[in-house]
């Protein structure tokens, strides 16, 4: 079966540090990689995604590259803001019906 | 152009009795996924309806149903509730069942079960 396997967080960094998230999967075919991010006391917004291998999906300074050789896609962000505190879910899809499986979430926080 | 917005957004219910919730798509969506999403855990993926019909299920009991109207807005009920049911209750919009197609999540209802 598919699962998404994510770093444990809380992760603390301080503003304008870098940041990796790291995110492994295992899936049956050829899955399309995402990562969404919850801001306290709301839903999930999606934050980037990838389709296909060597694909780079990027947002708001964030980036991701769907390794498939490394079944990974670790999100990453050159300098942080106290603004990006929040949790961060990677996430995957395979086949048709868009029927994600999600990892358990790091949450940041950013600190002055 | 409204996103996915869900009713209740908060709700108490007691061990036993039944409950329902209410999901409106992103306009021009026509597919709804449901995820439960328990405190500090990742959501997990409850059901989907596309054309008024459940097309996926997750691993969750026959308590968990739900149904989807011809305006493709949709109902989650449960019943029987449990303590364990307390959790976050996502709906999930996208547009055409066969692709890839990105998901828009709305903000949710979150449950107590006491």
């Known amino acids: 079966g598919n699962s998404v396997t994510q770093m444990e967080g809380p992760v603390t960094l301080s503003e304008e540090a870098f940041l990796t998230i790291n995110c492994t999967y295992t899936?049956?075919?050829?899955?399309?990689l995402f990562w969404y991010v919850q801001y306290p006391g709301e839903g999930l917004q999606l934050l980037l995604k990838?389709?296909?291998?060597?694909d780079k999906g990027s947002n708001k300074g964030f980036e991701a590259t769907y390794r498939k050789e490394t079944t990974s896609f670790h999100l990453e962000k050159g300098s942080v803001q106290v603004s990006d505190s929040a949790v961060y879910f990677c996430?995957?899809?395979?086949?048709?019906?868009?029927?994600?499986?999600f990892g358990t979430g790091t949450q940041l926080k950013v600190e002055l | 152009d409204a996103g996915v917005t869900q009713s209740p957004t908060h709700l108490i219910k007691t061990r036993g009795q039944q409950v329902t919730l209410r999901c409106s798509p992103k306009?021009?969506?026509?597919?709804v996924s449901w995820y439960q999403q328990a405190l500090g855990q990742g959501p997990q993926f409850i059901f989907q309806?596309?054309?008024?019909?459940?097309?996926q299920r997750g691993n969750f009991p026959d308590r968990f149903s739900g149904h989807q109207f011809p305006n493709y807005s949709s109902e989650l009920n449960v019943n029987a509730l449990l303590l364990g049911d307390s959790a976050l209750y996502l709906c999930?919009?996208?547009?055409?069942?066969?692709?890839?197609?990105?998901?828009?999540f709305g903000p949710g209802t979150r449950l107590l079960v006491l």
């Open positions: 999930a919009s996208s547009l055409d069942l066969a692709s890839q197609e990105t998901q828009y």
């Open positions: 899936a049956t075919g050829y899955p399309s």
């Open positions: 990838a389709t296909k291998a060597d």
């Open positions: 996430a995957l899809s395979t086949g048709g019906g868009n029927k994600l499986t």
């Open positions: 306009s021009g969506h026509d597919t």
């Open positions: 309806y596309y054309e008024e019909e459940e097309r």
